[in-house]
């Protein structure tokens, strides 16, 4: 009779350590998805930039510099490998394009022919409707983060993540840099 309910113990204790163990996967692949989901959006975003700055270029001589900056950051977070080791390099590289697009985007209404031109209102329409999807994307994604950190970090399931050693993956922030408000005048000079 002890031996039954010894062996009962031992199958569930197992059973137990099964379950907690297909939970943390499913929980690390869920923020792989969910920082893949940023990356597709984000190519959005890497595909209407050289669109967005031929169409600049036309009219924008004096922004050349910044057109180049935009040009070798969206190449930088092409070229990076879409995998959660690089997520801070390519949270901080895409911080910095964002607030160059941001610069470009208020450059835009020093052009009154460029600001009026059909096709770079529509492109710019674009990008603002990429930047909503990436902002969705990045919630998404920090909510998958949030329940991969609760279930490395809260015992009992700390102990098989870090037997299995599943790790927490870091919230998609924005930089200090961007929680600024933007000063228009410092573009319109």
């Not at 270029?57 to 690089?86: C, S, V």
Request: with cysteine.
């Amino acid at each position: 009779m002890i031996l039954i309910a010894f062996l009962v113990l031992v199958f569930l204790v197992v059973c137990w350590i099964y379950c907690v163990y297909v939970g943390l996967i499913r929980k690390r692949n869920k923020a792989m998805e969910a920082f893949s989901s940023i990356d597709v959006q984000l190519k959005k975003r890497y595909d209407l930039v050289p669109n967005i700055l031929t169409i600049a270029q036309r009219f924008m001589e004096h922004e050349r510099g910044l057109m180049e900056e935009i040009t070798k950051l969206r190449t930088q977070l092409k070229d990076l490998p879409a995998n959660l080791e690089n997520i801070d390099r390519k949270i901080a590289l895409d911080g910095q394009l964002a607030d160059k697009m941001g610069q470009i985007i208020v450059a835009v209404e020093n052009y009154p022919q460029l600001k009026s031109d059909q096709t770079m209102i529509t492109a710019i329409q674009s990008y603002n409707e990429v930047e909503e999807h990436i902002s969705a994307a990045r919630r998404f994604y920090n909510s998958a983060a949030n329940e991969l950190k609760n279930a490395v970090e809260i015992f009992p399931s700390s102990l098989i993540a870090r037997m299995i050693n599943v790790k927490s993956v870091d919230f998609f922030k924005i930089t200090e840099k961007e929680s600024q408000p933007i000063n228009a005048a410092n573009f319109l000079k």
